[in-house]
């Protein structure tokens, strides 16, 4: 045998499994098709500048990152709790009141705050927030656009606030997710200030692996695997490798080359990354826009935001990084870097003329669909000795990837151990 186990993809779910297998004391060897750990969380170096590929944060109050992440290694640059939006009066600021206590009266202010979206945001969101964790797999459940209409939350706070910020979160705007989902995001957000590790998000998929004895066996792709009554064996380039039992961590579009599973329906964002001579606006917030028709965004910016103000390790100490959110249609083209930049140019209130771009990111596969009603914890069991982890086969986020990757791997090492397989939940939202 090669190893007792191979987990094959070092995303999140594969390092996580690798992790607590080789805490349970199983021989564990990783193989990763691409040259660097991380999957869909890496970190492009481009001129001094930190790109993610694809602006996404981490967020420390998910119940998996508090539990197996060492936040204080990775040195979080936190955003504000909340969001500044532009509308046709200007650019305000709407962001928890405890948090930011500086910005309490122009949060007062705020014409977002109308009463009746404050009591039925309230009772939306009140249980699931006020409960440590949430049955979300029995709690009724509707497409989000229905759960908001039917909450009685159709005014400005949604309009301006939730429906633009959750879009670029869920990467759709047609509010078809899950409400349930949704619910367990919002009480992740507002419990924590979401950050980016001083060194980029990839960090944090490269401090895992330093955990690892074995360390990730990169630009190994994996072809084949075949499972028999006690094993499996993985086909490389390098020729077949043997084990007792492997881990299919790829993501959701290599799961079908490897598996008999489908490939989950995914939704997909565009990152744009610019480099300015000086930001162009101060502060930790993500920027929204409500205004154009209907309090809609009135371009194709999801949101945007002067990373480099919250993240100084991005850019040069000369130059502000700013990003720009756009979604990525399932059919026709995304929007391009004119509509882009003309947009950036009415929401930041400057001239982009001398922004030069340093990297779009286009990321078609960059979350799984999410629908209602939420199944958050799909088998992961395919074979006698042959799982399948990844945020696909729990929730669209990197809480999803760690709890799936570790639920898998605790299952494997009972298997293995000859005990009855439980149903393992992992850390809950
Ligand atoms: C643009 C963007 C923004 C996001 N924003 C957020 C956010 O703000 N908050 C949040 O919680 N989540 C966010 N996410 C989601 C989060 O990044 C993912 O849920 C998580 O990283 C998925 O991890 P994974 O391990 O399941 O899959 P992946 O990261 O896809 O890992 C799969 C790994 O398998 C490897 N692989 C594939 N095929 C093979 C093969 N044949 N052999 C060997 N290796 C193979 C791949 O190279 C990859 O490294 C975002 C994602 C994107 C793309």
Redesign the pocket.
């Known amino acids: 045998m090669d190893a007792d186990i191979i987990v094959?993809?070092?995303?999140?779910?594969?390092?996580q499994a690798a992790r607590r297998l080789q805490r349970s004391g199983r021989r564990v060897r990783v193989?990763?098709?691409?040259g660097s750990?991380?999957?869909?969380?890496r970190t492009d170096r481009i001129d001094g500048f930190l790109c993610d590929?694809?602006?996404?944060?981490?967020?420390p109050a998910?119940p998996a990152v508090r539990a197996w992440v060492d936040t204080d290694a990775l040195d979080l640059q936190r955003f504000g709790v909340g969001a500044a939006i532009r509308d046709r009066d200007g650019i305000s600021v709407l962001a928890h009141p405890l948090r930011h206590p500086r910005q309490l009266p122009g949060t007062l202010r705020s014409p977002r705050l109308d009463p009746r979206d404050v009591l039925a945001l309230s009772r939306w969101l009140g249980p699931t927030l006020l409960r440590a964790t949430v049955s979300s797999r029995s709690a009724a459940d509707a497409p989000l656009g229905a759960a908001l209409d039917h909450a009685g939350l159709t005014g400005p706070l949604r309009r301006h606030l939730l429906d633009p910020f959750l879009a670029g979160?869920l990467?759709e705007d047609a509010q078809s997710t899950s409400a349930n989902f949704v619910r367990l995001l919002l009480r992740s957000f507002a419990l924590g200030a979401?950050g980016l590790p001083a060194a980029g998000m990839q960090a944090l998929p490269e401090g895992m692996a330093a955990d690892l004895r074995d360390p990730v066996r990169l630009s190994?792709?994996?072809?084949s695997v075949a499972t028999r009554a006690d094993g499996v064996t993985v086909g490389t380039d390098h020729g077949p490798l043997h084990a007792r039992a492997a881990v299919v961590?790829?993501?959701?579009g290599?799961v079908p080359?490897?598996t008999a599973l489908p490939a989950p329906p995914m939704h997909g964002?565009v990152?744009w990354w610019f480099s300015a001579p000086e930001p162009p606006r101060r502060g930790r917030f993500l920027l929204l826009d409500a205004s154009g028709a209907g309090g809609r965004p009135a371009g194709p910016v999801q949101d945007t935001a002067v990373v480099s103000e919250v993240a100084p390790s991005y850019a040069p100490a000369d130059r502000a990084l700013v990003q720009a959110t756009t979604l990525r249609p399932a059919a026709g083209e995304p929007a391009d870097e004119q509509a882009v930049r003309q947009h950036l140019e009415h929401l930041y209130g400057v001239p982009t003329r001398r922004w030069e771009l340093v990297v779009r990111?286009d990321?078609p596969?960059?979350?799984?669909a999410q629908p209602s009603p939420l199944v958050d914890r799909r088998p992961q069991r395919i074979g006698p000795r042959l799982w399948v982890?990844?945020?696909?086969r729990d929730t669209?986020?990197?809480?999803?990837?760690l709890v799936?990757?570790d639920r898998a791997a605790l299952d494997v090492h009972a298997v293995l151990d000859g005990a009855a397989p439980a149903d393992r939940d992992g850390p809950r939202s």
């Open positions: 094959i993809g070092a995303g999140l779910a594969g390092l193989l990763e098709a691409e750990v991380g999957g869909r969380v590929r694809g602006f996404q944060v981490l967020n998910y979160v990467a979401v190994r792709p994996v072809r961590a790829v993501d959701p290599a080359g490897l964002l990152t990111h990321v596969h960059a979350l799984p982890a990844g945020d696909h669209a986020s990197i809480q999803g990837a799936s990757g």
